[in-house]
């Protein structure tokens, strides 16, 4: 009976992970389309930020001229978006948490990765301080568990250096004292600072 059960259970298996290898292998280049219209993101229903619909008009993907050479198959590269990170820290209360500046198509903004294992809801407040007394502000809900999660700060045009910004966040607990179980910022320490 346990050989009969193993057997059903790799048949299930096999079957199961058919569509999923086929999303993930993606288009076939060779002789078809353009390679657009399979891969992980139609597989699995989900929309390709970057594919056009059949009413809007289409972008260049390349710069336009002699230097543009023939239209590749593949995904369109990304631009290129900086980041300054201080360090990975964790509190004792159960929340860990690294903080992030990001740079970006001349635009700014701040985030923070955390991972709540308090076992209680939190309020987090990230800040973006730049140049001229610059700040941008916002609260996260912080639920319980322990899946990894992220608050962000609206993307805002750049208007000094990178080095130039700095992002804090911090996490409490969402009642009247408001008590403080972290603080994290994109700084990271100076070399010798242990």
Known sequence: ?????IGIGAGVLIILSLPLAGAIAGPDFAGQDDGKGSGL???????????????APARPVAPEG?????????????????SRCGPELSSPHGVEA??????????TWGRSYYRN????????????????????QIRC??????????CETPKEDS??????????AEFAVPDDEGQLLLRSGSNAPAPGDG
């Open 117 to 136: 294992t308090s076992g209680r809801a939190l309020d987090a407040v990230l800040t973006v301080m730049g140049p001229a007394g610059r700040t941008v």
């Open 141 to 150: 809900a912080v639920g319980e568990g322990d899946e990894p999660g992220l």
């Open 41 to 55: 993101f139609s597989a699995l229903g989900l929309s390709d930020s970057l594919r056009t619909s059949p009413t």
């Open 66 to 82: 002699p230097a543009a050479g023939p239209e590749q198959p593949g995904p369109v590269e990304q631009p290129r978006t900086d």
């Open 1 to 5: 009976m346990n050989l009969r059960l």
């Open 159 to 168: 208007a000094g250096e990178p080095d130039s910004y700095s992002a804090v």
């Open 98 to 107: 690294q903080t992030c500046i990001l740079v970006g198509e001349g635009r």
